[in-house]
């Protein structure tokens, strides 16, 4: 048996095989996943990244599509904020929302990454959750990349505003066309305990508090990957942690709006 990431590295490859023949043929590219991905136009950090982060696996599960507007939520330096402006192309829109503690954090990469209008199809966008502001069904999609989590970070030094994840939920699904999609994709909690405690310790998440918390805001889940799991996390340990950064045990899933 092939091991997942072997198996998602040989998928990718493949795909970059096709996008490249289609274009050297004059062709439109059939995957536009991994025609993002292969693209020479993306800085080398990125790539260098793409080995851990599976971008392959996780956008194809997402299964966005060129002409989307999609929100990339806490989107700091903007990694999958690129990765999705590629794919949605000129005729869709990125949102590269970040509140102040994001944005500050990311800074030098965020300039880098914007600079001379380099991804024009990316509105960036910088608010507190409970002063966020997002047109009423102008959104195809949105995607949490290892950062729902933060919706319960309740750090003592109050670097962290206390976000509302019911709020920030209910923004979004009204932002959401009807059937919208989104995607989450956090590290592995075991369950038990104050979730906020637990964030804020560890910087995982139970996964079926994330399920709880959709539901309860008009989303159904509508498919599970486990493109990210690594069975060698047993949950324990911090996600900054040297032995386990880059390698935690990570769940990603897709929800879909429905009406209330």
């Known amino acids: 048996m092939i091991a997942q990431p072997l198996r998602n590295l040989l998928i ?18 059939a995957d536009p996943v991994a025609a993002a991905i292969g693209s020479s136009e993306r800085p080398a950090e990125d790539r260098s990244q793409d080995a851990w982060r599976q971008p392959a696996a996780v956008l194809a599960f997402f299964g966005v599509k060129p002409g989307w507007h999609v929100i990339d939520i806490f989107s700091a330096g903007g990694y999958n904020t690129e990765l999705l402006s590629r794919i949605v192309g000129p005729k869709g829109e990125v949102i590269a ?18 600079a001379g209008n ?13 002063a966020l502001t997002l047109e009423p069904g102008s959104l195809d999609a949105a995607i949490f990349v290892m950062c729902y989590h933060d919706l319960y970070w309740r750090p003592e030094d109050g670097s962290w505003p206390k976000t509302d994840p019911k ?6 699904h009204a932002a959401l066309k009807d059937d919208g999609v989104v995607i989450v994709q956090d590290h592995v909690a075991n369950p038990g305990g104050d979730t906020s405690a637990l964030v804020t310790k560890l910087h995982r998440i139970d996964p079926a508090v994330v399920r709880r ?10 498919g599970e990957s486990a493109a990210l ?5 047993d949950h324990s340990k911090l996600v900054f942690d040297p032995a386990i950064k880059g390698k935690t045990d990570q769940f ?7 009406g209330r």
């Not at 709020?167 to 979004?172: G, H, P, R």
């Not at 990603?252 to 429905?258: A, E, G, N, T």
């Open 252 to 258: 990603i899933y897709r929800f879909r709006k429905v």
């Open 229 to 233: 799991k690594h069975e060698a996390d």
């Open 97 to 114: 929302y970040n509140n102040a503690a994001y944005a500050g954090f990311s800074a030098k990469e965020i300039a880098a990454r914007y």
């Open 118 to 130: 380099r991804l024009s199809n990316v509105r960036q966008l910088t608010a507190e959750v409970d």
């Open 167 to 172: 709020l920030m939920l209910s923004k979004l």
């Open 213 to 222: 918390d959709f539901e309860a805001a008009g989303f159904k889940l509508d």
């Open 12 to 29: 990718f490859t493949a795909g970059l095989f096709v996008g490249a023949t289609a274009h050297a043929a004059g062709e439109p590219t």
